[in-house]
């Protein structure tokens, strides 16, 4: 049994055909997510011993928003320019493409607006 990915776009919310739109995550969110997480890590950590932490379950509501995965319609991308890891979304329509490891990021096109 195959399943195919039906890629819907976050902007417009009509679907990604091949060839028209990517997922895409934004590096610098990645980036500031990594920061903001070792932050909190710093701060609500209890190490009760070397290499053994621990949390209490109300720093849990404090865990910082990880970096969002999107979908978009190259001409519905509010940020063409941005930093950005992009998988055409073609490659990876069904679990056997996306599972062959075999994904290489796009580049993403600059739509003139
Ligand atoms: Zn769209």
Do not use: F
């Amino acid at each position: 049994m195959t399943h195919e990915l039906l890629a819907i776009c976050d902007a417009c919310k009509r679907p990604v055909a091949d060839g028209e739109g990517t997922l895409w995550i934004d590096m610098t969110e990645v980036n500031e997510a990594t920061v903001n997480e070792r932050a909190w890590e710093q701060l609500e950590a209890e190490k009760l011993a070397p290499g053994v932490q621990s949390y209490s379950a109300e720093s849990l509501m404090s865990y910082p928003d990880p970096a969002r995965w999107r979908v978009h319609h190259a001409a519905c991308d509010p940020a063409p320019n941005a930093n950005a890891y992009a998988i055409e979304v073609h490659r990876c329509r069904t679990a056997g493409e996306s599972a062959g490891a075999r994904i290489t990021p796009a580049v993403r096109p600059h739509v003139s607006r």
